[in-house]
């Protein structure tokens, strides 16, 4: 079982489990159009992200495929919610996985993302010994792809028109790191 020792801490963020009481900062989250738009799906109402808080309360460790840890991020300054990390294990066999991150748009351009990411990478591949991990971002969102590749992880695939949202089809990118590229940035 793979978990790490909460709460983790970076320069400015603390990174720990979901709890019942991060429901309203969460809504006002995942209930954004502009954060809806890049992750496939609709706004979400409050009664669907306390289904979704619940899900991320339960996933605290890594087991076995398809398992997914639910990291919150604060700002250590104040407390406030302003993150949403997913570290998922993919396959045992082949040891990978995929990380996914979510940060309020208030808090865009700060360097917290970059600074969230790069330590959710790093228990990956130096605690829990992943080979291999990947992330996937809307073929749109610069955001995404500009912080993968400047935390050094390499951009395997453009998907062109790979997914159909709404009726509009989207393109995918695709980025990966291997744990030795991680110990050589």
Request: glycine share 8%; net charge negative; with cysteine.
């Amino acid at each position: 079982m793979l978990q790490p020792t909460y709460p983790v801490k970076t320069a400015r963020l603390i990174l720990r489990p979901f709890t019942r009481d991060d429901l309203s900062a969460l809504h006002s989250l995942q209930s954004r159009p502009d954060v809806a738009r890049y992750l496939g799906r609709a706004p979400r109402g409050r009664a669907d992200t306390a289904r979704v808080l619940a899900e991320k309360i339960e996933n605290r460790a890594l087991t076995i495929p398809g398992d997914a840890l639910s990291i919150a991020v604060e700002l250590i300054d104040t407390a406030e919610l302003i993150g949403d990390l997913t570290l998922a294990l993919t396959s045992v066999e082949n040891n990978s996985g995929e990380i996914k991150v979510v940060f309020h748009p208030k808090h865009h351009g700060k360097g917290y993302a970059a600074e969230a990411t790069a330590e959710l990478l790093r228990l990956g591949f130096e605690e829990f010994g992943l080979h291999r991990i990947v992330g996937h971002c809307d073929g749109k969102n610069v955001a995404s792809a500009s912080l993968m590749e400047g935390l050094g992880m390499r951009r395997e695939a453009h998907l062109r028109e790979s997914e159909l949202v709404d009726g509009v089809w989207k393109d995918e990118l695709v980025y990966a790191m291997l744990a030795v590229e991680w110990q050589r940035r």
